[in-house]
């Protein structure tokens, strides 16, 4: 009798793992939020009532530090840089910054596009997300700023772009994405690198990513162009 009531108690658990093991849910952290706490109330509610689930997060973009940098820079090189940028920003010095901040740092060229990234977010965020998944058995395949999968979508779109502008004899230096999750609207800009032809493969680097609350962006909607 003990051993039924125990796997009817755990079988919803069990079936939500199979269920999403090849198709995880997914699921925005912090969105409209103004707190951490806020935030892990939120998470713990979602995964209070999806316990078992495997899960990709996206990370909404109040809760996310991101700066672009050159590509041609090294990986500490980028750290560097970003660090100056952020101890003025965060008013942190660097210890309080790598024990506040889970930082992680992307130098890719995905589709062609060149990209050299390097993301901050609050540990007390990561952490907390990370203690609630273990408390309610659930897998996190992915946990990042939610415009990644975003941005990786829309690369295909700039050699789209520079193919139409060259058979029109004219060469974009320079697009802008854009992309709101909510009440923030993140945005990147890309550059036509020197060289590059109508090479699209070759053809465009990031050098700017910005996050601001909607009603002080220039361009609201999805995926805008400029």
């Known amino acids: 009798m003990g051993t039924t009531l125990h796997w009817r108690?755990?079988?919803?658990?069990?079936w939500r793992r199979v269920c999403t093991h090849w198709r995880p849910r997914h699921w925005r952290v912090g969105v409209g939020c103004t707190t951490v706490d806020e935030a892990l109330a939120q998470v713990q509610t979602e995964f209070a009532a999806q316990a078992g689930a495997v899960y990709e997060l996206g990370v909404a973009s109040r809760w996310v530090q991101a700066q672009a940098l050159s590509p041609a820079l090294s990986p500490a090189e980028g750290w560097q840089h970003a660090l100056h940028t952020w101890l003025t920003v965060l008013e942190l010095d660097e210890p309080q910054l790598a024990d506040e901040w889970v930082v992680r740092q992307v130098h890719a060229a995905p589709a062609g596009a060149q990209l050299h990234l390097v993301t901050a977010m609050p540990r007390a965020l990561v952490e907390g997300v990370q203690r609630l998944a273990a408390q309610h058995q659930v897998r996190i395949d992915r946990m990042g700023p939610w415009w990644g999968p975003e941005m990786t979508q829309a690369l295909p779109a700039l050699k789209s772009v520079l193919a139409e502008a060259s058979a029109a004899s004219a060469q974009p230096d320079e697009i802008e994405q854009g992309w709101s999750d909510g009440d923030w609207h993140t945005r990147a800009r890309w550059q036509r690198h020197a060289g590059a032809g109508t090479s699209a493969a070759a053809g465009w680097c990031l050098t700017a990513l910005w996050?601001?609350?909607?009603?002080?962006s220039t361009t609201a909607g999805s995926a805008s162009w400029a």
């Open 211 to 216: 996050s601001e609350p909607v009603a002080a």
């Open 9 to 14: 108690a755990i079988a919803p658990t069990l």
